[in-house]
């Protein structure tokens, strides 16, 4: 997951959100089908696919799916 | 394993299609087998899923509707169980409470969640509900006061629980992890912490035995498997206390709860027996050759036969098909001095070369069940494959070559779990012998009322008991041809029924030249002014077919004429299986009132009532006035 494009791939695949790039700083109130509690699976899902621990404390005061890919980048 | 990916692959491609719903039948298959982390995504698909959009475009599918409450964040479950219960044809119609409502949702009686009216109620029990009270600095002595607060609040709530609602409230045993007894430095104290802390959970895990309408699952069996009980970073940040591999564990054990609730219990457990049952290959290595205890390998396979043999002797009907002659094979099975199954163990013992699948499907016919309560175990993945590929319904334990795992592998999806045992079960194995035995007295006569003439067939219909209260509700969770309205009844709602007024619970016992085929069946009726209503009417199908329902319907009838009823009403819902009862009641006469394709209701005015069969010595005890 080198890029956003491959991380909102992934964010697509793993939670079966209808998501493109296009969404990615698009705030969570506002995406289509998000719910809350789909952020844990995402951590859990995007840790175990690049073996990187991301910070929760941090995942959880995101705003949009670009903050997170942005923690799971720098992890 | 093969096909994970593409069939992961095929989900998600129905997902984004927008199909799902559509194609659900197809679920089933697509979630066969595939690892923990694959089926949480599948999980995560399907819960997107409205139910009622899949019961649109499938109305026979099963539905549990399942409601979730507890201490903390359960997010991660509503995905798993949607999977776990999709794995087994189930449609899964959640509820999720809010967060930490426990209390509230099971201590008011006009919460949504008794509203939702589940069939399930999942109250899930974390160490934060304990932890999460105690002030700092702590003692074991403070613990196990909190411990005991909370086991009573819990104690007062499923006994309200009992009261008010009609499913059954699942409970669990609360993980103690190293993060808290560690914090104690003395071992003594700490040890003193274990005490406290066990003590609570066995109070948990006797409230099953004092309440009928709770199950507390055990959770420490999955904890020595190796599962962690929490991640702290989820307890601290999300509140989410138990693991999501915790929870995926807690989740598989409903589902196999779920799939009883549902009547979809496995009754058979089918055997290969070269490389299976024993090590090595009979026909090629001869009776002195292969391998059932003393060597290494031995011990694997002397394991496994002890584990059939405690199967077996709980109700499930063992049965051995294997590419072999049978000569050999019952040879062995009886001479071997250190087998420990005997012919005697297996309800039939199936030695042939034609394909497994045809002797898996005639062993159905002449035990009278459908092939879909069949589990089938070998160790050739060939065999599993065709079987899987012939008889899609049978539930495939694929072995390998290593032994030792067979037991694992056998016990891994609690295929016969019940909630209770009864006299019923241990007897099984027996009665089903019987009947193939029955089968071949059959096959001397040249008419089938030759035959029930000389069967001797003695029926008892009288109220169900206390004691019978179980085995009742067993029959209404087990039975699924000959069951009129598929109404699935807990020991609690049979109960319930027993103490209603107008209502009445009819046991009937058959016996024949045979022996005794014990509770075989259950009539379920109400006074509703005038009339007399069979709520619904059932019996086993291993006794269909002899009169049995004609003589206790006869009766009845003419029970209900001689009380002052003015007429008897019966119902029938249409199910997947229950086809053959559809024209119990016309055939009867009953006249249809009312008929609109998947239900149906029958009335009998009691002018004329047919006499029982001849064929059947009739003993009725059924009380007095009111039914």
Known sequence: ?75 | MDGVEKRSGELLELHRAGRLAAEYPRVRQLLTDLPAVDLARAGRLLARLAPDDVLREHPATPTVSVAITGHGTLSALPPVLTAELGRHGLLLRPFLADFDSYVFDLGDAGSALYAADPDLVLCVLDPMIVFDEVATPWQPADVEQVLDEKLRLIERLAAGFASRARGSLVLNTMPLPRRFTAQLVGHRSRARLGAVWREANTRLLRLSEQQPSVITLDLDPLLADGVAASEPRMSVYAKAHLSADLLAGYAREVGHLARNFAGMTKKVLALDLDNTVWGGVLGEDGAAGIEVADTHRGEAFNLFQRVVKQIGAQGVLVAAVSKNDIEPVTAVLDEHPRMVLRVADFVQVIANWRPKHDNLAELAESLNLGVDSFVFADDSAYECGLVRHALPTVAVVALDDEPARHVERLLYEGWFDVRDLTNEDTARPRRYRDDLARKSFLDDFDSIEDYLRELEVRVRLARASEAEVARVSQITLRTNQFNLTTERLQTSDVQERLREPDAEVLAIHAADRFGDNGLVGAVFVRRAEADLHIDNFLLSCRVFSRGIEQACLASLLRHAHATGARAVTGAYRSTAKNGMVREFYPRNGFHTERDDGTAATFRHGLAEIAAPPEHISLTVDLGGESA
């Open chain 1, 1 to 75: 997951m080198n890029t956003i494009d491959d991380f909102m791939a992934f964010v697509e695949a793993e939670l079966g959100l209808p998501v493109t790039a296009d969404d990615a700083t698009q705030d969570f109130d506002g995406l289509a089908g998000w719910d809350s509690v789909h952020l844990l699976s995402l951590i859990s899902a995007v840790e175990r696919r690049t073996g990187r621990s991301v910070s929760l404390a941090d995942a959880l005061e995101a705003a949009n799916l670009a903050d997170i890919y942005r923690l799971t980048a720098r992890s």
